[in-house]
């Protein structure tokens, strides 16, 4: 559910270890252009990808859910204006499946949410199908690819898997397997999504702080990079590089 950054990478690189997917975004732009075969965004390595799976049949876009035994929600989740988690596509995105759930299946969330809206979208579940209770496995599994470097990162990155019970776990640690060859880490789901905003906001901390190293370097006449290194130099101070330029990333 979503074929954004994560969501059409992770259905390529998915489909391309012969598991069957099918592809859901309601942007029907975003469907036509996969089902051709293409791809609507940047990422070296996809384009060729893509086509493979499509010409194979091993992926499939659409603008509605279809039955699956397995169903990952990947869709947006940005701020509100007055800065609170908007989880509404998640929400929605779950709804759409409602009707496709069957005893076994695994429902697996990936987009970076606040804590405990797993269990919130399996109370939302079971309050709406309740023969389901105790027969689904629901889990919580953040990405962590860099943009730029997914096709490597989506295979070979840790990933931290929590589930609403061991069962669920031990199942979303399964499906995992079948395409990533990094370490899959076990847990529960609100720490996994924990685990996902404490990765993003010491990521921003510690880019944050090299910024302004960068910007008080540049008031005082110091080559940053020069200073970075030096102060590097201590056993426990790992400072951030910023980028030379727009094009790279930060390392
Ligand atoms: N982009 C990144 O680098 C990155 C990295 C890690 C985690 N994340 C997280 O992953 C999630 C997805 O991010 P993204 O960058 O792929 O977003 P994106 O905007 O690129 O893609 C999301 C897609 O979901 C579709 N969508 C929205 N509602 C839908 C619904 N109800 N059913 C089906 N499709 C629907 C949209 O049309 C869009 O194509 C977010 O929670 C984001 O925070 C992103």
């Known amino acids: ?64 859910p279809a039955e699956s035994d397995v169903y990952l929600i990947v869709v947006p989740t940005p701020f509100t204006g007055d800065h609170q988690p908007d989880i509404s596509y998640v929400e929605a995105a779950t709804r759409s499946v409602l009707p496709f759930l069957k005893e076994g299946d695994l429902y697996i969330i990936e987009s970076t949410s606040p804590v405990g809206t797993t269990e919130k979208m399996a109370g939302l579940i079971f309050s709406e ?15 962590r690819v860099l943009p730029g470097n997914v096709m490597y990162e989506l295979v070979h990155n840790d990933r931290v898997i929590g589930g609403l019970n061991p069962a669920s776990t031990e199942k979303a640690v399964g499906f995992y397997r079948r ?9 529960n789901t609100r720490t996994a999504e924990m685990c996902k905003l404490t990765e993003n906001s010491s990521r921003d901390v510690q880019i944050a702080f090299a910024n302004e190293l960068s910007l008080i370097c540049d008031k005082a006449g110091i080559n940053v990079w020069e200073l970075i290194e030096l102060a590097n130099k201590h056993p426990r101070v790992n400072i951030l590089q910023p980028p030379w330029n727009r094009e790279r990333s930060w390392y």
């Not at 395409?179 to 847990?187: I, N, P, R, W, Y």
């Open 1 to 64: 559910m979503g074929l954004g950054y994560i969501g059409l990478p992770t259905a390529i690189v998915a489909a391309d270890n012969g598991i069957e997917v099918t592809g859901v975004d309601i942007n029907p732009q975003v469907v036509d252009t996969v089902s051709r075969g293409e791809i609507h965004i940047v990422e070296p390595g996809l384009t060729a990808l893509c086509s493979r799976v499509i010409a194979k049949g091993t992926l499939k876009a659409q603008t509605i």
């Open 129 to 143: 199908r309740p023969e389901l209770k105790d027969k689904l496995a629901i889990a919580y599994c953040p990405e």
């Open 179 to 187: 395409f990533v060859k990094g370490a899959l880490h076990e847990t």
